[in-house]
């Protein structure tokens, strides 16, 4: 095989072009580093490769149903039961060509292409707080986040100002408020559950998503507002939502300094024990299958939570026998996620004569009310949860059994059926040192790399907060008048959240944690990773926004590390 | 081209997000080649020709079109052949031998020499069963059936493959050009979000087809 040295010394490389990687590609060159960005999967170029963007159901073979033959490249991908379909599989990977092992089942849902997962996220967008930051150290548990709130705060003000988050404020110290667009609307009988739990609780309060979507008339590059299609998964024609393609590469791109490398897969980042430093990573071509090393000054893993510990894992070295930067002995451990689909719905009688306009892009929120001091904390478990769900007319086609056929069935099908409203608990999970991923070298990959096994599983705090997320589901909305209000709870398994994320949690001490507090390896300085591998604590909230707040954090202390070097 | 040959040039290659947007457009110019009979892929003739009176029952033409004039019974068979689990297919293949059978000691004929009117029949026995009946056909399909012969129970058989036929056609029905773009509430980009708001301002009276 072919080992070419590409002669060029980058400032920076970038491992991966996700949510975290875009940002660090942004942020990177923004400030005048010469950058390689490096991305494992093919090109996604922004609307030009968004080929079912505009699809209708019936321009689908099966109306957007995959066939069996389908299915078997991506059983695993399909475990969720709705991120893949003919409208969005391209962007799932092909189970068969990317296997993994488990020694408990683990739901590893993801994308290799050019904008990964920030194509087909969720797009809900909260911020941690203090309650979240101080969380381990007051329970003892695990090791304390080495960051606050309020350091973290104009990075979070920053991110929500580039990408664009509609959403309302609130003011709770467990959920804070940030810049926001003009929040979407509830609809009748959302309003009629807002107005229900107001009246009913005093600890809890029911809110619209906050999403990162662009609502305002505010302008935003090469990108405009929400047109309430809600097929955000397929990709964007307006670039309406936050995307790596449609936001942060661009942006990138635009400073004339990003060099993006598609098909590259980097299995080591390659140290320099004279120096204590990183000198640049190996990679696969994974199209030729070639052997290549890049040199840069400065590295950021941001290949996501199991990829970017997998590389870390890969790059051994006498120094660092057990994976680059691993002295603690704790990367690959402490893998989080969040348990949810535990929850409740109902049906409403009324509002017959209402309905919406717009396929929004988004749900109603209730933020976490559980373990926030006196009469809200619980014996049974720590920390909390919050509600996402939504109400909506339902197809007449489920409940048509006295509609028999014929001709009546045919008017009764086209008009809107009964209301249905579903809750469903985002919970926090604990971190755990004995869930963690392992490499396999005995199971190679097609290009010779090892495969990642888990052995991950929910414990009992989270198995008790699921009787909670269940039970207050069904009290709310008995509470609030619903009919046929049934509680459920599927647990899946982790992964099933496509939350993972603490691989390489951040610290105080080396002993410890894998990385300090501008995510940089302890012992490795020029080494940052700012995908979830980071995380310490899982929050009950959405993770994105957090990886978005810490990478831009990082990136700028990376910048002036450089700056100082040179001026020494 | 053979129609036959048609489903399964449409089940093949990946390429068929671009090269063919719609099933329906290719069958309905098919359909209107009057020589060519339609040969189902996954159901025997016999139940491919019970699937179409079937449907004809289900929804009928009205002022609007019927699932004939869509073609859903070849929608449901070569859905049946591509995405349909083997369990379904199973399901499906036993609920059809079922009905036939069942046709067969109702009106002494064979299904294939059906009229309109015996299907019309049959179908109303079943899907306007009294509730009671209705809930004792669902206890019989899911009682433990003896796997080497599912078909043997052509009463509940029958319910549940009337019901199954419905619950597609009205799927795909719902889901098809015509319908979904000129009969139901068709708003592609709709701009703007209005979260609760009277039928006056949103479709009046019709469901959103996306």
Not at chain 1, 117 to 132: F, N, T, V
Not at chain 1, 335 to 344: L, N, R, S, V
Not at chain 2, 133 to 155: G, S
Request: aromatic residues 10%; proline residues 5%.
């Amino acid at each position: 095989m072919n080992i070419t040295k590409p002669d060029e010394m980058y400032d920076a490389i970038v491992v991966g072009t996700g949510i975290s990687g875009g940002w660090a590609a942004k942020e990177l060159c923004e400030k005048g580093l010469k950058t390689l960005v490096l991305e494992r999967g093919r090109m996604v170029k922004h609307i030009k490769d968004y080929p079912t963007m505009n699809m209708d159901p019936w321009d689908f073979k099966f109306k957007g149903q995959i066939t069996q033959e389908e299915e078997k490249k991506q059983l695993k991908q399909s475990r969720t039961g709705y991120t893949t379909n003919e409208a969005t599989k391209h962007f799932f990977v092909n189970d068969l060509e990317h296997p993994y092992n488990e020694t408990k089942r683990f739901d590893w849902m993801r994308g290799y292409h050019v904008g990964g997962r920030s194509l087909m996220w969720g797009r809900q967008s909260y911020r941690l707080s203090d309650i979240d930051f101080e969380a381990n150290k007051n329970d003892g548990i695990a090791v304390d986040w080495p960051v606050r709130y309020a350091e973290i705060a104009p990075w979070y003000d920053k991110a929500e100002e580039f990408i664009g988050v509609s959403g309302e404020t609130l003011g709770l110290p467990q959920l804070p408020d940030g810049k926001f667009g003009p929040p979407m609307e509830l609809n009748c009988v959302e309003d009629h559950l807002k107005q229900n739990i107001a009246q009913n609780y005093k600890d809890r309060l029911l809110t619209i998503g906050r999403v990162a979507h662009i609502t305002s008339t505010k302008s935003f590059e090469g990108r405009s507002s929400c047109q309430y299609r809600n097929r955000c998964a397929r990709g964007c024609p307006f670039g309406a939502y936050f995307s790596s393609n449609s936001s942060t590469l661009p942006a990138a791109e635009r400073t004339g300094n990003m060099t993006l490398r598609p098909f590259s897969t980097v299995y080591e980042v390659m140290y320099d024990e004279a120096s204590g430093k990183a000198t640049g990573v190996k990679v696969i071509d994974t199209e030729t299958s070639e052997k290549i090393e890049f040199k840069a000054k400065v590295i950021f893993l941001c290949a996501s939570a199991i990829a970017s510990a997998s590389i870390l894992m890969q790059s051994k070295s006498d120094r660092f026998p057990n994976g680059l930067g691993n002295d603690s002995g704790e990367l690959g451990h402490n893998i989080m996620d969040h348990h949810f689909q535990a929850g409740a719905s109902g049906s409403y009688d009324g509002f017959e004569d209402r309905y919406y306009k717009g396929r929004r892009p988004n749900g109603l929120y209730i933020p976490r009310f559980r373990n926030l001091g006196g009469e809200t904390d619980q014996k049974n478990f720590k920390r909390g949860y919050g509600y996402q769900g939504g109400a909506s007319r339902e197809d007449w086609s489920e409940s048509v059994a006295e509609m028999g056929y014929g001709k009546e069935l045919k008017e009764a099908i086209t008009e809107p059926g009964g209301w249905r409203i579903g809750l469903t608990g985002f919970g926090e999970c604990l971190p755990y040192h004995e869930n963690k991923m392992t490499l396999d070298y005995d199971k190679l990959d097609k290009w010779g790399l090892p495969t990642v096994t888990f052995d991950a599983e929910w414990k009992e705090n989270e198995w008790e907060m699921r009787k909670d997320m269940v039970q207050q589901a069904i009290d709310m909305l008995t509470k609030a008048g619903f009919k046929d209000v049934e509680g459920y709870d599927r647990p899946g398994a982790p992964g099933l959240g496509i939350h993972e994320m603490g691989t390489a949690r951040m610290g105080r001490d080396p002993k410890t944690s894998v990385l300090n507090a501008n995510n940089q390896l302890h012992t490795v300085p020029n080494v940052y990773v700012t995908d979830g591998s980071f995380m310490v604590s899982a929050s009950c909230v959405n993770p994105s926004l957090t990886y978005m707040a810490f990478t831009a954090r990082a990136a700028e202390h990376a910048a002036q590390q450089l700056k100082n070097e040179k001026s020494a | 081209m053979n129609r036959r040959q048609v489903i399964r040039n449409l089940g093949l290659g990946a390429g068929y997000m671009v090269a063919a947007p719609s099933l329906f457009n290719l069958l309905q110019s098919c359909k209107s080649d009057p020589t060519l009979e339609w040969e189902p892929v996954f159901l025997t003739a016999t139940n491919g020709y019970v699937l179409k009176q079937v449907l004809d029952v289900i929804i009928p033409k009205t002022d609007t079109p019927g699932a004939n004039d869509l073609n859903i019974a070849q929608f449901i068979d070569s859905y049946m052949n591509e995405v349909a689990d083997p369990k379904e297919q199973q399901k499906f293949k036993a609920g059809a031998n079922a009905f036939s059978l069942n046709f067969k000691s109702t009106f002494d004929k064979d299904a294939a020499d059906g009229k309109a009117e015996d299907f019309e029949k049959i179908t109303e026995k079943y899907l306007r069963a009294a509730p009671e009946d209705r809930k004792n056909f669902v206890e019989r399909l899911t009682a433990k059936q003896d796997p080497q012969n599912p078909e043997i129970d052509i009463e509940s058989g029958s319910y549940g493959y009337l019901t199954s036929v419905r619950e597609l056609a009205i799927w795909a029905w719902k889901n098809s050009e015509a319908i979904g773009e000129n009969v139901m509430w068709y708003d592609p980009i709709p701009g703007s979000q209005k979260g609760c708001v009277p039928f006056s301002e949103a479709g009046n009276g019709k469901a959103m087809s996306l």
